[in-house]
């Protein structure tokens, strides 16, 4: 069994054939789902849909990108969201410094407040970092944020990022990066980190992998992400599938807490 550990599943995209998506995916052999919150209205609908689909589960938080909209109510509203029995983390949030839709002293001082926030639920972290690692990291390190723990989602950092996080005793995630022609150094990083430490996940819709590249992504093609971390990680082995399936899903498990079998819930 495989989970996707990161896919927005209230995408618009998805708004044809959701249904479809969701048995696509289970025959391919996903098991379970963590829908992902980016804002107020995206983290009500992750909610709402965890709580029509025993197989999924949901995060709240605010997207980097989204921090400058934040409202005095949402973080109360957040809170009561992640209350919830089936929300299992708290984020995306992070640092974004490539597309600066948030001023970077706002998703500074909002990332903190988050952090704050999450170590008050007592929930892990889902990280977003892009081309902001040291001060995602510093934050991460003044606001004790090992406390609760957390991953770092579609990892695509450099070695220093990957040491410093597992340091920390985060996890990283790999996405369908990972299988891109280009991503020689994140497939080298990869392999240096523990299997205890390793997620998957397809950050659906977005960063299909290889060999649908260019199309909508959907939860069913995480599994390309795990073949290719398979034969990465055990090159010689003829159950090289079924190893990632099992690490992968036992470390998602410890990590959300899902000590429940997955889709029981």
Not at 35 to 50: F, H, P, R, W
Not at 134 to 149: K, N, P, W, Y
Request: proline share 6%; aromatic share 8%; net charge negative.
């Amino acid at each position: 069994m495989l989970i996707d550990t990161h896919v927005h599943l209230d995408d618009p995209r998805y708004n044809p054939d959701r249904e479809a998506v969701f048995q696509r995916a289970e025959e391919a052999g996903v098991g379970a789902f963590i829908t992902i919150g980016c804002d107020l209205s995206s983290s009500t609908a992750a909610v709402e849909l965890a709580t029509t689909r025993p197989n999924v589960y949901a995060t709240v938080g605010v997207h980097p990108h989204e921090v400058k909209r934040i409202e005095p109510h949402w973080y109360e509203e957040l809170r009561r969201l992640a209350q919830q029995p089936k929300v299992v983390a708290f984020g995306e949030i992070g640092l974004d410094y490539h597309y600066n839709h948030s001023p970077r002293d706002i998703q500074r001082q909002q990332f903190r407040e988050q952090v704050t926030l999450a170590k008050s639920l007592q929930l892990p972290l889902v990280i977003h970092t892009r081309e902001a690692q040291e001060d995602t990291m510093t934050i991460l390190r003044e606001e004790h944020a090992e406390s609760v723990g957390g991953v770092f989602h579609c990892f695509s950092g450099d070695p220093w990022l990957a040491k410093e996080a597992l340091d920390l005793g985060f996890y990283l995630s790999f996405s369908g990066i990972i299988t891109f022609k280009n991503a020689t150094l994140l497939r080298e990083v990869m392999c240096t980190v523990p299997d205890d430490r390793i997620l998957i996940e397809t950050d659906a819709p977005y960063l299909t992998p290889i060999p649908f590249r260019g199309k909508r992504n959907e939860s069913s093609y995480v599994k390309y992400v795990a073949e290719q971390i398979a034969e990465l990680k055990y090159p010689n082995s003829s159950t090289r599938l079924s190893q990632i399936s099992e690490l992968t899903t036992n470390n998602a498990k410890r990590l959300f807490n899902l000590e429940t079998p997955v889709g029981s819930r």
